[in-house]
């Protein structure tokens, strides 16, 4: 892990600890296809229900579509195959709830490079 040299602040406009950061390949697939992106790691100390974030910038460079209300997230790899990747929403509904309950912390946020 890198030093990082900078602060981030949270959802309420808080300063959150950094701890360092890591560029590593990230392969996102379905059952049939796949695409590689490096991905930079920041990890950092925060309350979240969250265990990663996968912000705007890898969202971009993974060339994705996005469906918050359907859990999906839909792109091309570089053969041009379409992939989508789906979210049992029950499952993520009960995870979300038990989530709120606990006090927990989380440690990555990503950023692409």
């Given at each position: 892990?890198?030093?990082?040299?900078?602060?981030?602040?949270?959802?309420?406009?808080?300063?959150?600890?950094?701890?360092?950061?890591?560029?590593?390949?990230?392969?996102?697939?379905?059952?049939?296809?796949?695409?590689?992106?490096?991905?930079?790691?920041?990890?950092?100390?925060?309350?979240?229900?969250?265990?990663?974030?996968?912000?705007?910038?890898?969202?971009?460079?993974?060339?994705?579509?996005v469906s918050?209300?359907?859990?999906?997230?839909?792109?091309?790899?570089?053969?041009?195959?379409?992939?989508?990747?789906?979210?049992?929403?029950?499952?993520?509904?009960?995870?979300?709830?038990?989530?709120?309950?606990?006090?927990?912390?989380?440690?990555?946020?990503?950023?692409?490079?």
């Amino acid at each position: 892990m890198h030093s990082f040299n900078g602060v981030l602040v949270n959802f309420s406009e808080d300063p959150v600890e950094v701890r360092g950061y890591a560029d590593l390949q990230t392969t996102f697939s379905d059952e049939s296809a796949t695409k590689t992106i490096i991905v930079r790691y920041i990890v950092v100390k925060a309350p979240s229900s969250y265990n990663l974030l996968l912000g705007q910038p890898s969202l971009n460079f993974l060339e994705a579509i996005v469906s918050i209300t359907h859990l999906k997230v839909k792109f091309l790899t570089n053969e041009g195959e379409g992939v989508t990747l789906r979210v049992d929403q029950a499952i993520a509904r009960k995870c979300y709830k038990y989530s709120l309950k606990m006090h927990r912390y989380t440690y990555v946020i990503s950023l692409v490079i």
